[in-house]
């Protein structure tokens, strides 16, 4: 018989919180103790073994798509496997999907980005509904009678799976539908059509025609689409089921088959007189769904940066556990290189998004400002640098990283999709030049951002100094290179101020000079050992 040895115990019934200093130490200073009891709480479910099961059984077990039903009627139902239920009871039960908006108070959306963050690292599919009707909100709000009818569905914590009229459930969730197959992302391209049938007072009710080529998580209550009128791209709210309880013409043509993200269902739909409310200002859909864009995006970041902090806990696990060449494989000069420069790049990662969740718990222009900027460029570069983080974390574990049993698998083909999903690279990257150059406060707003850390470290300063010589914001095609530049300046800011300083010098010294961008090449006196150490997932 085999005997297994040298192999590392799983990492398994651990507290995803507890256990990520960088998290406790950044919510800590962001909005304070108070939310740390919750998130010990949800940290110590989600690193459960058998949570952890349920997020590997959602992805191996994908939904399936019911369009008719044995007599041939039209039923456009998707299922999924129990173990996606099981991940969405849990996100919904902590308010993933509301609490900023249902028990606002100082904090609440910091206290449910590092939620969210630590929901990413076990299952991100279902991170996709919980995301949408989060963002959902603030369109809503905007709405009163409609704001009256569906938010306390919204703000409910009970999961409720069922498929039936929303006004019969005990909860809702809202997804939205933007993009068309001859589009994309040039959502003034869009094709479908609506047509005033019906009003009632304030109320105005369309028939919609057309398609939309991805709508996730389909079995969503109701959905955010965008459908011409005489006036022009125009936001609708469409229920899955009609006000007088049929099933609206929501026609799912097929799910697609996804590299990744597998344990959620990704639609192309066809609306045929399909039943759906105006919400907002006719002709301005765009901005209407932008804004629950914006909050999506946001967690594009946040998930990625969630992602990141799994990865590197694998890779730093195996690292510890696993002996080489009569050493364990840490202790390899090397490795730990490659290890330290992940668990910097994660760090930088994962104070960032905090960072900028905290601007949506602010008010005021220069808080406004910050969001308008640094959401789309976070985005851009945090989630540019996941597959690649991502690739050198699973080479940590060598043939196993491959193997679809060990989650790093899953963890490489997720992280492109937060890249794509809800505006590409160059989607974001554009958008932070409009925002520059609409915002008069934008450049005042980021220089104070950074200004007290550019004083305290030359590095940072000069590389302000070299980026604002060599890169021009009316140039589109250094757009790019100017949004990385100026994330890479922010994350040392953040690192400079609040991260130990080995943590902040071996960021200063390899992101900002001109090196290759490898991970792994951290020069000489950088503290690696006490990097990875720091940033070890279960301290002994």
Not at 143 to 159: C, D, G, K, N
Not at 270 to 277: I, L
Not at 289 to 296: A, C, L, P, Q, V
Not at 426 to 435: G, Q, T, Y
Request: proline share 6%; with cysteine; glycine share 8%.
């Amino acid at each position: 018989m085999i005997e297994v040895t040298n192999q590392p115990p799983p990492l398994e019934d651990y507290n995803l919180f507890e256990s990520d200093g960088v998290l406790r130490q950044a919510v800590g200073r962001e909005i304070g103790r108070e939310a740390e009891t919750g998130l010990s709480v949800l940290g110590a479910r989600l690193g459960a073994a058998e949570t952890i099961a349920l997020g590997s059984d959602a992805n191996r077990n994908p939904p399936v798509l019911r369009a008719f039903d044995r007599y041939g009627h039209r039923i456009d139902e998707v299922d999924f496997h129990p173990s996606w239920h099981g991940l969405l009871a849990l996100a919904m039960e902590a308010g993933l999907h509301c609490s900023p908006w249902s028990e606002p108070k100082p904090g609440a959306h910091v206290a449910r980005a590092a939620g969210a963050y630590m929901l990413a690292q076990i299952e991100s599919g279902v991170y996709c509904p919980i995301s949408m009707t989060y963002g959902c909100v603030p369109p809503l709000l905007r709405v009163p009678h409609i704001a009256a009818e569906w938010l306390p569905r919204v703000f409910s914590r009970t999961y409720d799976p069922s498929f039936r009229p929303a006004y019969e459930k005990s909860s809702a969730l809202i997804g939205m539908a933007m993009t068309e197959n001859q589009g994309g992302s040039d959502l003034r391209a869009n094709a479908t059509q609506a047509k005033l049938y019906a009003s009632d007072g304030e109320r105005h009710f369309y028939r919609l025609n057309g398609h939309k080529w991805f709508m996730s998580a389909p079995m969503c209550d109701a959905f955010l689409v965008l459908a011409r009128t005489e006036a022009g791209p125009t936001c609708f709210l469409v229920p899955r089921w009609t006000p007088d309880g049929r099933r609206n013409a929501i026609h799912i043509r097929r799910l697609k088959d996804k590299l990744g993200n597998r344990s959620n269902a990704s639609s192309e739909v066809e609306f045929v007189n399909a039943h759906g409310e105006i919400l907002g200002v006719e002709g301005r859909g765009i901005p209407t769904i932008i804004e629950m864009g914006n909050y999506t995006r946001l967690d594009c970041a946040i998930g990625t940066a969630g992602l990141m902090r799994q990865a590197l806990a694998q890779a730093i696990h195996h690292a510890q556990h696993r002996r080489t060449f009569q050493k364990q494989l840490v202790d390899h000069p090397l490795m730990t290189n490659v290890l330290a420069d992940l668990a910097i790049e994660s760090e930088a990662a994962t104070l960032l998004a905090l960072r900028l969740a905290r601007a949506y718990d602010e008010d005021g222009e220069a808080a406004n400002t910050f969001r308008r900027v640094v959401t789309p460029a976070a985005k851009f570069w945090i989630c540019k640098r996941g597959p690649t983080f991502a690739a050198e974390a699973m080479e940590v574990l060598g043939g196993n990283g491959y193997v679809e049993e060990f989650n790093l698998a899953r963890i490489y083909r997720e992280m492109p999709l937060n890249s794509i999903w809800e505006g590409s690279a160059n989607i974001m990257c554009l958008d932070v030049l409009r925002a520059i150059a609409r915002a008069p406060l934008a450049v005042e707003v980021l220089t104070d951002e950074m200004s007290e850390a550019a004083s305290a470290d030359r590095r940072l300063a000069q590389f302000l100094e070299r980026m604002r010589a060599a890169v021009t914001i009316s140039d589109e095609s250094q757009a790019r290179a100017f949004v990385r530049d100026l994330v890479i300046a922010l994350q040392a800011s953040l690192l400079i101020r609040h991260a130990p300083q080995l943590v902040a010098d071996g960021f200063c010294a390899s992101r900002l000079s001109d090196g290759s961008g490898a991970f792994g090449a951290l020069p000489p006196g950088v503290d690696t050992r006490n990097i990875v150490a720091r940033a070890a997932p279960v301290m002994d």
